[in-house]
């Protein structure tokens, strides 16, 4: 019996997973521990647009094509909830916004989601209390 995973965690796509070496290499780092890895992506998966980048990419980390989620114009905390995954990654401040104000209580202060690939002036400004990764 395989053992299961206990931690999982998502990474955004476009401007996040796919152009920043930097969480890919945490990605890779991540697959090859006791985490569950996940893309969390805003894309459609219709057969229309082409989403070869994303399966090249996942298959280079060592992401499975089936822990890929398409939540096109949902929102990605219910994503998140759906499949119980405990931190997410990725470059919209109101994503990640969304994803932390759903999932705090006034009990606690822990966040869902990391910021990554921003405007770190803009995003400073507008939220002061976010957990950021900025590359240099």
Known sequence: MAK????????????CLNDNIHIQNLAKIL??????????????????ISNNDLFNIAKEIGISLDNIIFVGTSNKYLAMKKHNITLHFDD?????????????SPLS???RAVLVNFDFEDVVNT?????????Q
């Not at 299961?4 to 401007?15: A, L, T, V």
């Not at 939220?127 to 590359?135: A, L």
């Open 127 to 135: 939220f002061p209390n976010y957990i950021v990764i900025k590359e």
């Open 31 to 48: 697959v090859n521990t006791d985490c569950e890895i996940f893309i969390l992506t805003s894309r459609v998966n219709d057969g229309v």
């Open 109 to 111: 202060t822990n966040k």
């Open 92 to 104: 919209n401040a109101d994503t990640v916004d969304r994803i932390n104000r759903h999932f705090d």
């Open 4 to 15: 299961q995973k206990s931690f999982k965690i998502s990474f955004d796509f476009d401007e």
